[in-house]
């Protein structure tokens, strides 16, 4: 079946460790995003990417990078610069249609990325 | 710029009361108007969408109407059942524009 898979699920960081989370999408979709979420907050945006090899910075990149290597791969790194990265991570990604205003972002489940 | 309001939650409901989730944009041009859900510790789903004026989305006996002349995008159930206790979120996707704004989310409860 077609979808996006993150992983892990669950993911404990020590302070002062990078770590990545895994986002891979079999739907041949070219755009890909990374959120943040926060309890009883919505979603914000961190990074995005339109096509392979290019990606822009969000409304909160600070703290995280990101690669398009691949079509289907779209990793976000955590950097220690990050202050405060226990959150829930949402990756979407979506068909081009730049300027029609019809595509629509398919989500993968979330990684909760908690810092000891 | 862009931007999406949505009344805050949380929602609490009896089973088979009657929803509105009220929803309201600020866009230039003809944005697309989406609902998500969120169920309890997983990623966002697409209800329905609407992509110009008078257009309705429906999905899952929920429903929703672009109302260009008040901005709005309202979400309606005629009858909530305790399986649709999630977050709902309101979003847009201006018409030349690959980001979506998303609202800041509505908890919605049903109590059988």
């Known amino acids: 079946d077609g979808g996006i898979t993150q992983s892990p699920k669950y993911l404990f960081r020590k302070e002062g460790q990078n770590v990545t989370l895994s986002c891979e999408q079999n739907l041949n979709h070219d755009a890909m995003y990374w959120y943040r979420q926060d309890p009883g907050q919505g979603l914000r945006l961190i990074y995005y990417s339109q096509i392979v090899n290019d990606f822009q910075k969000g409304d909160i990149a600070e703290g995280y990078s990101v690669s398009r290597e691949k079509k289907e791969s779209f990793p976000l790194t955590v950097t220690s610069a990050q202050k405060n990265p226990t959150a829930f991570y949402l990756c979407?990604?979506?068909?081009?249609?730049?300027?029609?205003?019809?595509?629509?972002?398919?989500f993968g489940p979330g990684t909760r990325l908690t810092v000891l | 710029g862009n931007s999406v309001t949505q009344m805050e939650g949380p929602v609490t409901l009896s089973e088979e009361a009657f929803l509105t989730i009220n929803c309201t944009y600020t866009a230039t041009g003809y944005p697309s108007l989406f609902w998500y859900v969120q169920y309890p510790g997983e990623g966002l789903q697409l209800l329905l969408k609407?992509?110009?004026?008078?257009d309705k989305g429906s999905n899952k006996g929920f429903e929703a109407t672009y109302r260009k002349e008040t901005t709005s995008f309202h979400l309606e159930k005629g009858s909530v059942q305790v399986s649709d206790s999630a977050v709902y979120f309101c979003a847009l996707r201006g018409s030349s524009a690959s980001k979506i704004i998303f609202g800041s989310g509505t908890r919605l409860s049903i109590r059988p």
């Open positions: 979407a990604s979506s068909r081009p249609a730049a300027g029609t205003g019809t595509d629509t972002q398919y």
């Open positions: 609407a992509t110009k004026a008078d």
